[in-house]
């Protein structure tokens, strides 16, 4: 399976910024589409933002005019930089990945925890 290993998770107050990374363990990185997730506990995961190996993006309203998701193909790494951070941000936050070339495959990174309260 393809690895994925987040970053850049932490404590921060409402209003604050954090940027997350995470870096793939695969040359051919540009097929793959890529998303973060998050889940708080309890609840059921859902999709925060979305971006194709060509550079399309898509978002959950609940996050648009606030976080920017971001693809370097030639670091083999995603990014979603977090403006505007409320307490209900709160969560798990997971990176996935899709092949476009391969039906059926998904990879999931293990998670960076992101805590917004003050």
């Known amino acids: 399976q393809v690895q994925l290993v987040e970053s850049g998770g932490g404590l921060v107050q409402p209003g604050g910024s954090l940027r997350l990374s995470c870096a793939a363990s695969r040359s051919s990185f540009r097929l793959l589409a890529m998303g973060w997730y998050r889940q708080a506990p309890g609840n059921q995961r859902e999709l925060v933002a979305r971006?194709?190996?060509?550079?399309?993006?898509d978002y959950a309203d609940f996050v648009k005019g606030r976080f920017t998701i971001s693809r370097d193909n030639a670091k083999n790494t995603v990014y979603l930089q977090m403006n505007s951070l409320k307490p209900e941000d709160t969560a798990v936050y997971y990176c996935?990945?899709?092949?476009?070339?391969?039906?059926?495959?998904?990879?999931w990174g293990q998670g960076t925890q992101v805590t917004v309260s003050s």
């Open positions: 996935n990945g899709r092949s476009q070339i391969m039906v059926g495959m998904s990879y």
């Open positions: 971006i194709t190996g060509g550079g399309s993006t």
